[in-house]
């Protein structure tokens, strides 16, 4: 009863007095998620979850296996785990990233296990290299699986300096969202031409919810979230598949940096050879969102559906947190 009256409460407050009144806008949000949840999510997740369970058992698809694959942001953490959890006999890997050195160590080591390397030295953040590496990489072999990973976080704040808010966003922008973009549209239309191939783009829990001292890392993860998700839809005709994996705290160079922003304590579930394997057996089957650490990416996604105000409580209880234990970031 209660939730079919209070909508009806919301409908006539927002008629006469034009807006709700702000006093009442948490309860109702959440209220509204309660009612949402209740009629509409559960229900078409049992659906979901049934009509998921038959393909299990049923579908006699053979699991995808893609021969050629390109993975940005290569020399390192995700992506090197990556590189070498494909790598094998019959496999051409096109291995992209700035360092020379460190994807010459990742290309050797794939090619112990028989895969064939390219190494492409590239700036992501260089649309005009970067487009030309890839439709020349595309040229030579046709590319079934493209992996958008490349991600950087250290600029956002620096234990109580000083950014410029230049030196902040820009290389979030050039790196995290544009390069990727670039990425992915670019082999996107060699693919949709080819009427095949996957493309699987890298973001972060930090995409669903983060602390604030990681703003424009957040926002950038976000778009990317979103981007995806639609891409799926645009993709799907050209039997493109677009695939979403939301990372957690995993160790990497990145994670491991004594000034990141979260707390991490690493151990073997956490560790990017083990997301490898998961992200390629899930691949296999074409699915569309691969997070891990999943209870990770339950807790950051659950607070994304929060009522806004509620979200802002947490994200300034967070922020208050890692300022007080030095993890700061002020803009000039």
């Known amino acids: 009863m209660l939730l079919i009256v209070v909508p009806i409460i919301m409908l006539l407050l927002h008629h006469y007095f034009n807006t709700i009144p702000p006093i009442f806008q948490t309860i109702f949000q959440a209220i509204s998620i309660l009612f949402a949840n ?113 991600g950087q976080l250290a600029a956002t704040r620096d234990n109580f300096g000083k950014v410029k808010w230049e030196d902040a966003y820009k290389p979030y922008i050039d790196v995290n969202y544009i390069g990727n973009i670039a990425s992915v549209m670019t082999v996107y239309k060699r693919m949709k031409e080819r009427k095949r191939g996957q493309i699987a783009i890298t973001t ?5 919810f983060s602390p604030p001292t990681t703003a424009f890392y957040n926002s950038m993860k976000s778009a990317l979230n979103t981007f995806a998700r639609d891409l799926f839809y645009i993709a799907k005709p050209y039997n493109v598949h677009i695939s979403l994996i939301v990372p957690g705290l995993i160790e990497t160079n990145m994670t491991a940096h004594p000034d990141q922003p979260f707390p991490h304590t690493p151990n073997r579930y956490e560790s990017a050879d083990n997301l490898a394997k998961i992200i390629k057996y899930q691949l296999s089957y074409n699915v569309f969102h691969i997070g891990w650490p999943y209870f990770q990416n339950i807790i950051t996604f659950t607070i994304a559906t929060f009522p806004i105000r509620i979200q802002l409580l947490i994200s300034n209880m967070m922020g208050n947190h890692m300022t007080k234990n030095g993890k700061n970031i002020v803009l000039t």
């Open 204 to 208: 972060s829990i930090a995409g669903w």
């Open 38 to 150: 209740v009629f509409i999510v559960i229900p078409i997740s049992i659906i979901l979850f049934i009509r998921d369970l038959g393909n299990v058992f049923f579908n006699k698809e053979k699991s995808v296996d893609p021969k050629i694959i390109l993975i940005t942001g290569a020399s390192s953490g995700i992506g090197a785990s990556i590189a070498r959890e494909y790598a094998k006999p019959g496999v051409i890997l096109g291995l992209l990233a700035r360092s020379e050195d460190k994807l010459s160590k990742v290309a050797e080591q794939c090619i112990e296990k028989g895969a064939k390397c390219e190494i492409l030295k590239i700036d992501i953040s260089n649309i005009e290299s970067l487009n030309k590496a890839l439709e020349d990489f595309d040229d030579k072999y046709p590319i079934d699986l493209l992996f958008a990973n490349a």
